[in-house]
């Protein structure tokens, strides 16, 4: 996999991953934390790739239209 969207701050980068999910949005944060680990090595991937911090991992969900963040 990899990441939908890398945004490059002054402080860090912001991974976005965006889903489809269309469960209700009282299940988005159980739903955000399925994908934590997929986050956490994107994540993982970027620092070592850019010797910089990750300072927020969000899943996006693109059909209901809400962000959770995940670490």
Do not use: M, N
């Not at 934590?36 to 994107?42: D, F, P, R, T, V």
């Not at 991937?45 to 991992?57: E, F, L, M, P, S």
Request: proline letters at 1%.
């Amino acid at each position: 996999g990899w990441a939908d969207l890398l945004l490059e701050t002054r402080d860090g980068f912001v991974l976005v991953d965006h889903k489809t999910s269309t469960g209700p949005e009282a299940a988005w944060g159980d739903i955000a934390l399925s994908y934590s680990g997929q986050l956490a090595a994107y994540a993982e991937g970027v620092r070592r790739a850019t010797d910089r911090a990750v300072i927020g991992c969000w899943i996006h969900f693109a059909v209901g239209g809400g962000l959770i963040e995940v670490c």
